[in-house]
């Protein structure tokens, strides 16, 4: 089964910078081969739901080794059932109508 997701893992107990742990999750992305796009406040994510959510959980492994004690996650997620859609078809789909 397809999958978007909105991604957002929050090291805590690393100081006030958490980019370097976003960079590596980030990688862990990447190496998966997930279409992703990071955004201010997280990433989108697609893909086949048990590759997308066994990217979450490395993700959650390599902060852990990077010294995170905690990390809490949030996941806001879509599938469905009566055809396939991109993260770049619903951007586009409302792009539409914003254009009319």
């Not at 978007?4 to 081969?33: K, Y």
């Not at 994510?45 to 959980?57: L, M, R, S």
């Not at 396939?84 to 254009?99: A, F, P, T």
């Given at each position: 089964?397809?999958?978007?997701?909105?991604?957002?893992?929050?090291?805590?107990?690393?100081?006030?910078?958490?980019?370097?742990?976003?960079?590596a999750c980030q990688?862990?992305?990447?190496?998966?081969?997930?279409?992703?796009?990071?955004?201010?406040?997280?990433?989108?994510?697609?893909?086949?739901?048990?590759?997308?959510?066994?990217?979450?959980?490395?993700?959650?492994?390599?902060?852990?080794?990077?010294?995170?004690?905690r990390i809490t996650?949030?996941?806001?997620?879509?599938?469905?059932?009566d055809r396939e859609?991109?993260?770049?078809?619903?951007?586009?789909?409302?792009?539409?109508?914003?254009?009319?």
């Amino acid at each position: 089964m397809k999958v978007i997701v909105d991604l957002c893992v929050v090291p805590l107990g690393v100081g006030v910078s958490v980019s370097p742990h976003v960079a590596a999750c980030q990688r862990v992305l990447e190496e998966a081969g997930l279409e992703h796009r990071m955004h201010a406040y997280g990433t989108n994510v697609e893909g086949e739901w048990d590759e997308v959510f066994g990217a979450i959980k490395r993700c959650h492994q390599v902060v852990h080794e990077m010294g995170a004690p905690r990390i809490t996650t949030t996941l806001k997620l879509g599938t469905r059932t009566d055809r396939e859609q991109s993260m770049d078809d619903k951007v586009e789909s409302v792009r539409r109508r914003l254009e009319s």
